[in-house]
């Protein structure tokens, strides 16, 4: 199905519950639509939420009401029946609210433009937690429900972790390069995953946020502006070109990490072998003899000593199910071997 707008949209949810998607329009439009798998979607309501575009929408109080943010840095409340105002906050951040994410079921939080990041309790209409986390616009956030922390990502590069127990900002890793510009929580909370703004994914172990533990570059042309977890092993992305990706496996990415390693592994061998090379040349060749069987066993004992490593680390039952071509690595080896044999070094 397909949905015409009119109007540039700038985001998108749907009604936990019923078959309602609403969307905030660059005008500062608030649309509602139903929809059905047999029938043309219908609008069902459309408000002139803000005076500006209408960043963010959320569906809170389990879908009674629709949350909305926007540059003129208002929050503003919306019944899904009526379409009446139920609460607005004109000044409910310094500079313009370009996030908001359900927390609980009567919390909520928002990011803004300068980095700011605010939890508000839906009944009370006020603000419960307050971070100043980043230095530029915040891009996306998630929440980690059993140790009640929020996650945020930011233009500056940074990925933090808001303690909403100890309110106050617990760790934040390094500065990057690359915009962070979306974040999700996979495997069962151990691992935290971030787009960035030219294609990559940049991983993180829970815990140990300073630096990311893996980084998959690559994986597309083109910044990966959004991530959609599907269970916790598998992602969906969406790109600025308007295409969305289904099925980035971790597992994917835990063999992207074996093949970019043993790239790697590849030119160093190449490289310690020209070295060896040299040396050989300079000894005579009753000295080479006994020096090439020494550097040909340790050298082969290293790869397969890393291989082994990345079988346990990964838990594949074999590497050649995944790369068959991981045999080529030590065939530089025999080659070694064989040129010795023939006369290569005399």
């Given at each position: 199905m397909?949905?015409?707008?009119?109007?540039?949209?700038f985001d998108i949810d749907f009604h936990p519950?019923?078959?309602?998607?609403?969307?905030?329009?660059?005008?500062?439009?608030?649309?509602?639509?139903?929809?059905?798998?047999?029938?043309?979607?219908?609008?069902?309501?459309?408000?002139?939420?803000?005076?500006?575009?209408?960043?963010?929408?959320?569906?809170?109080?389990?879908?009674?009401?629709?949350?909305?943010?926007?540059?003129?840095?208002?929050?503003l409340a919306t019944d899904v029946e009526t379409g009446a105002s139920i609460a607005r906050l004109d000044e409910a951040h310094g500079s313009a609210v370009n996030k908001l994410i359900n927390l609980t079921e009567?919390?909520?939080?928002?990011?803004?433009?300068?980095?700011?990041?605010k939890v508000w309790d839906t009944r009370q209409q006020s603000c419960c937690n307050t971070f100043k986390a980043h230095e530029e616009y915040i891009s996306d956030m998630t929440f980690a429900a059993d140790s009640m922390k929020l996650l945020g990502t930011s233009g500056d590069g940074t990925l933090s972790v808001c303690n909403l127990r100890r309110n106050k900002v617990q760790a934040q890793s390094e500065f990057s390069e690359e915009e962070l510009l979306s974040v999700v929580i996979m495997k069962n909370g151990r691992k935290v995953v971030c787009s960035s703004h030219i294609g990559n994914l940049l991983l993180y172990s829970w815990g140990c946020f300073k630096d990311c533990s893996d980084r998959f570059v690559d994986l597309s042309p083109n910044s990966v502006d959004v991530l959609l977890k599907l269970d916790e092993d598998?992602?969906?992305?969406?790109?600025?070109?308007?295409?969305?990706?289904?099925?980035?496996?971790?597992?994917?990415?835990?063999?992207?990490?074996?093949?970019?390693?043993?790239?790697?592994?590849?030119?160093?061998?190449?490289v310690t072998i020209w070295i060896w090379i040299r040396i050989l040349r300079s000894l005579t060749k009753v000295q080479r003899r006994k020096m090439q069987a020494k550097i040909v066993f340790r050298e082969v004992q290293m790869i397969f000593l890393l291989i082994y490593r990345w079988r346990v680390e990964y838990g594949f039952s074999t590497l050649v199910r995944h790369f068959s071509w991981t045999n080529k690595i030590?065939?530089?080896?025999?080659?070694?071997?064989?040129?010795g044999r023939e006369g290569f070094f005399i």
């Open positions: 397909e949905i015409n707008l009119g109007h540039l949209a519950s019923q078959q309602l998607v609403t969307t905030g329009l660059i005008n500062g439009d608030l649309h509602l639509y139903r929809y059905t798998s047999d029938s043309v979607p219908q609008r069902v309501l459309e408000v002139h939420a803000h005076s500006e575009s209408c960043r963010a929408v959320r569906f809170i109080n389990n879908g009674q009401a629709i949350l909305t943010g926007s540059p003129d840095c208002s929050i009567s919390t909520v939080a928002s990011g803004d433009d300068e980095g700011c990041i598998r992602l969906i992305t969406g790109s600025e070109t308007g295409l969305i990706s289904y099925g980035i496996w971790m597992n994917y990415c835990k063999v992207l990490q074996i093949h970019q390693g043993l790239k790697q592994l590849q030119r160093t061998a190449i030590p065939i530089v080896y025999v080659n070694f071997i064989m040129c």
